[in-house]
């Protein structure tokens, strides 16, 4: 399941690599959904690049996908431009500036709605990924306010955490809160300092423990604060994080400490992108992106199946070309 | 692709056999939706089964799933209740009552928002279908709009044809229509006769034509009614009709001069339902349901794909034991 959304925290200069150009970011999340589901962009007017020339997490997301059989639904967590996947509807609307006093008001009724929907969701397991451009602000801003201590990670090399720690602060100061004021209170937390893709994440996951169904968080620092706000709302069972070496080896995010106090059990996949010298690769290498769209997810699901690294380099190398020359379309059975 | 909606025709006594409790009907095209996405439904409150116990052609057409590959994507042609089956959006409004002056205000829209989303779709072929009770009065309203001489079949053993007509007259003298008087003009037929599946179809196979889909009818006279609005709307490429045999051999519907008329090549299927002595079976047998949520499709693409048909008739069995005393959830995928 690949929650997709907004938050107009992403519009603060500097905080998100998710798009070239920031205008074009609120379009990121829907072009995602597209990837993801039909191999490349079908409504949405952009194909994800990151300032460095980085691609979407969606490509390598989309490469595992066109390897191994894997169903894609994709929830809407607050879209605020059309796409042409397929939406489960929760009732998410996008979300304000966490510096506002009440970002994301629907965030209750969304908790609602996605516990709801997850508890009904027949599947024995599934992975829960995001794509919410300004999602590591949001994420940082929730800890704060649960008094958790985690750190966030980046979609851009050097990780501007001065200035996510000052967003936070003007967030929990506009907000009336304190660190720590909304332990126990993930509705409180989501609701002044968060997004709404965090919402139905959360809502998912206790909907879906609550089913019977298997959880695993597919992504970074995102899917830890999803974590937290579970923890929060009082899911006791074991939950499962599946991310990318990115993520797993950032100095700025002590990962593993982060996953212990949670009591998460983690799975790091690394694709083996160094020395392939393809623009697809390096970035990562370099530090972009790191994860996002379940890319840390679909890589432990290829390597469960079997599929060798080498096999998900070469599909991800066809899905970034046909992004950027628009030739070879393919539907998802293809 | 299956576009699943609402018009309040359905509401007229005597019109509909989708769901036993009339006001139930409503719930019918979103459980469709999701019992061949999940193969149950979850979120919406209803199984459908007509009066006679006859259950939806969408437990076939899962059965179906269950046992080949074939992606699904939902588009939300008008649906009134909430669904869990993901859904794509073209702006599509639950329909009114045929026999009020402007029934489906939004098929302008519709048409153009479906046309572009269809153009968008990169595959190869794509099978269309419906889920909308009322549908095969709103049918009968846009052929005798366009002039066309399509009889239209029921999924009742009964068809209330002369019910059917009056209300289709009172339809076009609300509009102030004339028989034919819509010839050439599909979103005039749509917006006064018409219901939102059916502009959504249509713009459909327009934009999926236009976009180089080979495109597939899955269903029954409402598809032959689509494809006589496609028609209407200028295209003139091959047109094939997917149906089961319980259209095909039915009295009330000269199935192979309508569709030689509109220059529709039919496939028809039959999944040998006699003899079974099941429910499930038994009352498709004897005239109810007929087609609907791409049954005919569905069949034509087991038997395309090599897959017996009392395989299908065991999984149908299978599907709708599941449906009905909720035991045994399983995901797409299982």
Excluded: W
């Amino acid at each position: 399941m690949l929650v997709a959304g907004t938050t107009r925290t992403a519009e603060i200069d500097g905080i998100s690599a998710a798009g070239t150009d920031p205008g074009l970011l609120v379009h990121t999340p829907s072009a995602d959904a597209e990837i993801v589901t039909y191999g490349e962009p079908i409504r949405a007017p952009v194909v994800p690049v990151s300032p460095g020339g980085c691609p979407t997490p969606a490509v390598v997301t989309r490469a595992v996908r066109e390897l191994i059989s894997l169903d894609v639904t994709v929830v809407d967590g607050g879209l605020a431009e059309p796409t042409g996947a397929p939406t489960v509807t929760v009732g998410a609307r996008p979300g304000d500036d966490i510096r506002d006093r009440d970002p994301v008001s629907t965030a209750p009724g969304v908790l609602a709605a996605a516990r709801e929907f997850g508890r009904a969701v027949p599947d024995d397991e599934v992975y829960l990924a995001e794509t919410v451009p300004g999602g590591t602000t949001t994420a940082l801003g929730v800890v704060r306010a649960l008094g958790e201590g985690l750190a966030v990670s980046s979609s851009l090399p050097e990780n501007p955490l001065e200035l996510k720690h000052d967003v936070v602060r003007a967030g929990l100061e506009a907000s009336s809160l304190a660190p720590g004021d909304a332990a126990g209170e993930p509705a409180v937390a989501l609701r002044r300092m968060g997004d709404p893709v965090l919402a139905t994440i959360t809502g998912l996951i206790v909907g879906l423990v609550e089913g019977g169904t298997a959880v695993t968080l597919a992504g970074g620092t995102q899917l830890l604060a999803a974590a937290a706000l579970a923890r929060h709302a009082g899911v006791d069972t074991t939950v499962r994080l599946a991310t990318t070496v990115f993520v797993a080896t950032d100095e700025r995010v002590d990962l593993r400490t982060a996953a212990g106090e949670l009591n998460v059990e983690l799975t790091v996949t690394d694709p083996g992108f160094e020395g392939r010298d393809h623009p697809a690769m390096d970035a990562y290498v370099a530090g972009e992106a790191k994860e996002g769209v379940g890319m840390g997810g679909a890589l432990a699901l290829a390597d469960a199946a079997g599929v060798p690294m080498d096999e998900v380099r070469d599909r991800t190398v066809t899905v970034y070309n046909r992004l950027l020359d628009g030739q070879e379309p393919m539907g998802a059975d293809s």
